[in-house]
């Protein structure tokens, strides 16, 4: 009868195995112990300790690591296998081989990481030399190199250089622009790390470090979001030495100075803080080195990223660096005074110092004629207005303040509001949020189907919830020139920040009207009237008012006569007080 | 409060704000009262007194280079003096802050929020003013540089747009309620020109202190002009007899006019600005307030004071009861206290400073002589 019973049980009844596997990632030492004892030790214990080991482990491990390379090959080769998880890291390449120097062989052996290193070069430039048997190897002359020789007395003096064999192979085996040599196990990695082939060889505790940097990268192309019409088409790659290079192509001057950083204690993350000598102004560009260069974090991977760690506010939604992806706009701003920095692995280069006037400029400006550059930039301070307002002002007037409205068109407003259902504040947050969603599904979507979706979004759904009657016509209306007016902005950072803060000034519009929107406006004001880049006010040059700067209107090229006054830069001047020479005949220079 | 050394124009824009708030709200209804439809000539005569005052303070404040009022009470009469003439100031910043957000608060609530009570609309005011204070004196005084820039446009625009109905004979007769209302009584409304008040702290707060001259003159002068534009077109749009209304004339007369026919009520646009140009006002009083409280006390950082001033300025706020309190209030204790603390206490201060400085130099004079 119990049988029948327990049967019956376990048929209907489902009992959970409490076997089920469960995983939680350990957090101390005890927990990992605790996972180690209950899922028995694992094949690859040495290396997730690595990971999972207090920073104390760590650092007590790094402390007792030998630091220098030692004379023995077999012993390095050990130790850089370990490094290197050689047994599962499956691009780690080592190749050891026989070299032949001055007739007499040594075992050796090259490291590097497949895939950022160049192998034809490692073919023909590396291996070659250093294995074939030529001549150059296999002579064997003397064995030490008189340097200079004097008799005196009938006793000759001879200086001699004794044979070195790092020299020899250095100055002739390596037919190479860039090898350094190495004796320190960190420096040993750090090149192996950023693409170069390292040379153990036996009996000597010296390393050759030698680039053969040979990355798939992208090409030189277009910037994608910063295009103009006049102006270069370069845009900046991910890779550091490119984008130096183009920024050098734009200002030939011995004068601009690129100094190398890393960042992150795990990543060592180039960086390039680049700046004029001469024009930058000192403080700025250490205040800068000492930002960049006093991060605490273990890796570092884009532009993004450094400039939420190095700006003076990261409370503040607002840019405070101009990040671009242009060399000639980071050369404009080098020329300025100003200091760029550039990530490797990211085609954005920053800016510092960043004002407001920065983010309603676009590159294009100093391509067109001062009025043009000028109509460009109202319209874009009027896109910025728009964008942060429009939404809370019309919530705000068919809330509160209906007077402002002409009759005819409130008849109008009144009647079009007349079979939506909903009030007026989840209308526009529904037509807001809709709108946001169409441009965020634009943008994640693939290429080919991102502009349907954008279509189908603004024409199709638009049009649908005006049928419905769950919006009103004028509210497309608003939201679409809303929506272009924050496409109309140049910063993304900036356009950004418009849309978060357009969503508070609908609800104060809604809650208060114009008082409401006066706070919002106030406390807005207030921020950014506080708030500094790298030392600059973020307003200038109107607040404080400073002379000697462009402010919202460009003047014409040839008034454009000094620099920034706020960058304090060394070189006020940019250009002469006449500036076109050759109007006044009696100074023009015929260039003979 | 960290002192924020200001430049010329945030000098000019601190001073000025305080003329034009009273301007846009109450100032322009006490000059009709006084004389009529000859209130512009009125403007006009109180602009001259304060210019001439200007010129005696500028003239006062030559020997005390980088002082402000309590400096120089203190070389006057030490401590005990420097402390009266404080807490007098803090009182009046507190009178005139608390009665202009009454004002505009009552406004707002009549025009817009007649179903939310006073005190609540007060309490927005003041919530903002207490932020800013709490970011800091330096932030206050750049955004009143924005805010001023705009109002001072706000007010140009409404000059031209109210042109178009200008009335040439609501200036007469020319003499308005006579001579004697004019230049005697209406003397009195030299209070308009309460921005006095600033210039007196405003001496060490400046980064070049050979600028206060210059900043002096510019601020009175914009200062003036817009009083005697903002008079006159009141005049010229419609009769001087604006008090049956209990709103702000200049609202009034914005709500006149039309921009073409599709703006034809734009108060609310006007509104707007003079919302931003009150928050700022009060942010401005409570600094000031803070600064003197500082300076007197000695405290190293007064900004904690701002809580107890906002408060100060809150019930103070709400103390009128009816309208008739609170027009007494407004046109009879600011304006004689204005007139008392600002055109003779402190000027009076200044000239036993004068005094004092030029006895202390002939006795050094003396001795050396008596040395040789």
């Known amino acids: ?592 | 409060m960290d002192l924020y050394k200001v430049g010329k124009i945030e000098a000019i824009a601190l001073v000025v704000i305080v003329m034009l708030n009273h301007l846009v709200l109450n100032l322009p209804k006490i000059f009709f009262n006084t004389a009529g439809c000859a209130a512009w000539i009125n403007a006009i005569f109180v602009f001259a007194i304060a210019l001439i005052f200007l010129f005696i303070i500028l003239k006062l404040f030559k020997n005390f280079n980088g002082m402000d009022i309590l400096d120089v009470s203190y070389f006057v009469g030490g401590n005990t003096l420097k402390n009266i003439i404080g807490f007098l100031f803090i009182a009046f910043f507190m009178l005139i802050a608390s009665a202009l957000l009454r004002d505009f608060s009552r406004s707002l609530n009549i025009i817009y929020f007649r179903n939310i009570p006073i005190y609540l609309v007060i309490i927005v005011f003041l919530l903002v003013a207490l932020l800013a204070n709490r970011i800091g004196s330096n932030v206050i005084i750049k955004t009143t540089t924005i805010i001023t820039t705009i109002v001072l446009i706000n007010l140009g625009v409404t000059f031209f747009l109210t042109a178009p109905q200008f009335e040439f004979n609501n200036i007469f007769p020319i003499l308005g309620k006579g001579a004697k209302e004019i230049f005697l009584s209406g003397s009195t409304n030299i209070f308009a020109f309460s921005g006095f008040c600033v210039l007196y702290f405003i001496m060490p707060m400046l980064k070049s202190s050979k600028e206060f001259n210059k900043i002096a003159i510019w601020s009175i002068v914009i200062s003036g002009i817009y009083l005697v534009f903002c008079i006159l077109s009141l005049l010229l749009s419609f009769s001087y007899v604006v008090d049956a209304y209990d709103l702000s004339p200049m609202y009034l007369i914005i709500r006149t006019t039309q921009f073409g026919k599709f703006l034809q009520r734009p108060e609310s646009l006007f509104m707007f600005f003079w919302i931003l140009s009150l928050m700022s006002y009060v942010s401005i009083c409570i600094m000031f307030s803070c600064n003197i409280f500082q300076k007197i006390t000695n405290t190293r950082k007064s900004q904690v004071m701002a809580y107890f001033f906002t408060s100060l300025l809150y019930f103070g706020a709400l103390i009128p009861r009816n309208i008739s309190q609170f027009k007494f209030i407004e046109d009879v204790i600011y304006k004689y206290f204005s007139i008392i603390l600002i055109f003779f206490i402190s000027m009076g201060i200044l000239i036993l400073a004068n005094l004092k400085y030029h006895r202390k130099n002939m006795k050094l004079e003396g001795r050396k002589l008596n040395e040789k």
């Open chain 1, 1 to 592: 009868m119990e049988a029948l019973k327990n049967f019956f049980k376990n048929f209907f009844n489902y009992e959970n195995d409490d076997k089920l596997y469960h995983f939680e990632i350990p957090e101390t030492q005890e927990e990992k112990d605790a996972f180690d004892n209950s899922n028995g030790s694992s094949g690859n214990n040495s290396n997730s300790s690595n990971l999972t080991g207090s920073q104390d482990q760590q650092d007590s491990k790094t402390k007792s690591e030998p630091t220098n390379v030692f004379p023995s090959l077999n012993i390095n080769l050990e130790f850089m296998k370990a490094k290197y998880n050689t047994s599962i890291n499956s691009d780690i390449v080592i190749r050891e081989f026989t070299l032949t120097a001055r007739n007499k062989q040594f075992s050796a052996f090259l490291m590097y990481i497949d895939g950022m290193v160049d192998s034809k070069m490692i073919n023909d430039f590396v291996l070659q030399p250093l294995m074939l048997k030529n001549r150059a190897n296999l002579f064997d002359g003397e064995q030490s190199k008189v340097v200079s020789e004097a008799v005196t007395n009938n006793i000759t003096v001879r200086k001699v250089k004794r044979f070195d064999l790092v020299d020899y192979i250095f100055n002739s085996l390596m037919p190479q622009n860039s090898v350094e040599k190495v004796n320190k196990f960190e420096e040993v990695c750090i090149g192996i790390n950023a693409g170069n082939c390292v040379l153990f060889i036996d009996t000597i505790p010296t390393v050759f470090n030698i680039e053969v940097k040979g990355f798939k990268q992208r090409s030189v192309e277009k910037p994608e979001n910063e295009m103009v019409i006049r102006g270069s088409q370069e845009g900046f790659t991910e890779v550091i030495r490119t984008n130096t290079s183009l920024i050098r192509k734009c200002i030939n001057n011995e004068n601009l100075i690129i100094e190398s950083t890393n960042v992150g204690k795990l990543s060592r993350t180039p960086c390039a803080i680049c700046y004029i000598n001469g024009i930058a102004n000192d403080a700025l560009v250490n205040e800068v080195k000492n930002r960049v260069n006093n991060l605490d974090i273990d890796y570092l991977t884009s532009s993004g990223q450094l400039e939420q760690l190095i700006e003076d506010n990261g409370n503040i939604s607002l840019p405070q660096l101009i990040a671009t992806e242009r060399p000639d706009k980071a050369s404009n701003f080098l020329m300025e005074g100003r200091v760029v920095i550039i990530v490797n692995g990211s085609p954005y280069s920053l800016v510092a110092p960043a004002t407001f006037m920065d983010f309603i400029t676009s590159p294009e400006d100093t391509n067109l004629k001062y009025q043009f550059a000028n109509m460009l930039k109202i319209l874009r301070v009027l896109a910025v207005f728009i964008a942060l307002l429009l939404p809370g002002f019309y919530i705000a007037i068919t809330s509160f303040h209906q007077e402002l409205i002409p009759t005819e068109l409130l008849f109008s407003i009144v009647a079009s509001r007349e079979s939506v259902p909903f009030p007026i504040l989840f209308e526009i947050l529904m037509m807001e949020i809709s709108f946001e969603l169409i441009r965020e599904a634009g943008l994640r979507a693939p290429s080919t189907i991102g502009p349907t979706v954008g279509i189908i979004g603004a024409i199709i759904i638009g049009q649908a919830a005006v049928d419905a009657n769950l919006v009103s016509p004028l509210l497309i209306i608003i939201i679409a020139i809303t929506g272009l007016a924050s496409f109309a902005i140049t910063d993304f950072s900036f356009s950004f920040y418009c849309r978060l803060l357009r969503f508070v000034y609908i609800l104060l519009g809604y809650f208060m009207g114009f008082l409401g929107i006066c706070i919002g406006l106030f406390v807005q004001l207030l921020i950014i009237c506080n708030l500094k880049s790298f030392g600059a006010p973020y307003l200038q040059p109107y607040v404080p008012v400073t002379t000697n700067y462009r402010g919202l209107l460009f003047s014409p090229a040839w008034k454009r006569e000094n620099r920034a006054d706020f960058l304090n830069v060394k070189r006020q001047k940019r250009q002469g007080k006449i500036s076109m020479k050759w109007k006044n005949s009696n100074n023009v220079d015929n260039g003979g």
